[in-house]
């Protein structure tokens, strides 16, 4: 069974910048995608940014894209997300999951989840 744990949240201004980190417990890491989502007070939980087994593959949603970066290092069984640019509607928490098929948006599509890290961006 996988943990993730994700780490590197915190408070910034608009416009500052934020890299988070999510790290993965198991030596099947580097053969699942894995994905970020958020969930801002209020709403639903969102896709944020997926990326493949390899890292060579990247998918993002559009209110994020041209901003965030993800990005993993296998051999630190651990997936980063750079966020540029950040605005106040960035503010949420965001979660890390394993993906069951790369570059899903459907939170059904991942079977592990890490307890989140809260990212709140003040204007």
């Known amino acids: 069974q996988a943990q993730l744990v994700e780490s590197g949240g915190g408070l910034v201004q608009a416009g500052g910048s934020l890299r988070l980190s999510c790290a993965a417990s198991?030596?099947?890491?580097?053969?699942?995608?894995m994905g970020w989502f958020r969930q801002a007070p209020g709403k639903d939980l969102e896709f944020v940014a997926a990326v493949s087994w390899s890292g060579g593959r990247t998918y993002y949603a559009d209110s994020v894209k041209g901003r965030f970066t993800i990005s993993r290092d296998n051999a630190k069984n651990t997936v980063y997300l750079q966020m540029n640019s950040l605005r106040p509607e960035d503010t949420a928490v965001y979660y890390c999951a394993r993906g069951v098929v790369e570059g899903s948006r459907r939170l059904s599509e991942y079977e592990y989840w890490g307890r989140g890290t809260q990212v709140t961006v003040s204007s």
């Open positions: 198991g030596r099947t890491f580097s053969s699942y995608a």
